[in-house]
């Protein structure tokens, strides 16, 4: 019902995803540590790309209403709609195999405030990869 439209604009870009927009409904692990509002710290990168990609694919897809949009061998897009209006976060997993690191950016395609979801999103994700 609200799912707006998909960005055009995201995916890695010389190792970086694309920055958050001034709204407050995004989380970006690459952000300035002083952006309190946008920056999230990047989960854990344990084992070589495929085993990590697995497990990360294994833990977003047991969550509910998901869709993988794209996937690579160090990139992992995937589409979350909310289950009472259907409005659709942009969810983005970068493997980064040189800083061991997945670094990750959730994004609202619509409003202006997402009351908190996209990172408690990404904390939900670290806890069960943690798992």
Known sequence: MFAGQAPTNIG???????ACPSTPNCVNSQAP????????????LSGDLSSAMANLKQVVQAMPRTKIVKETNNYL?????SK??????????????DAQTIQVR???????????VN????????????N
């Open 12 to 18: 890695i870009n010389n190792g970086k995803l694309t």
């Open 33 to 44: 540590v002083t952006d309190k509002e946008h920056a999230i710290a990047s989960l854990p």
């Open 77 to 81: 897009y995937v589409e979350f709609a």
């Open 84 to 97: 009472l209006m259907g409005f659709v976060d942009d969810v983005e997993f970068y493997l980064d195999n």
């Open 106 to 116: 959730s994004a609202s395609r619509l409003g202006e405030s997402d009351l908190g």
């Open 119 to 130: 990172r408690q999103r990404i904390e939900e994700i670290r806890a069960q990869l943690a």
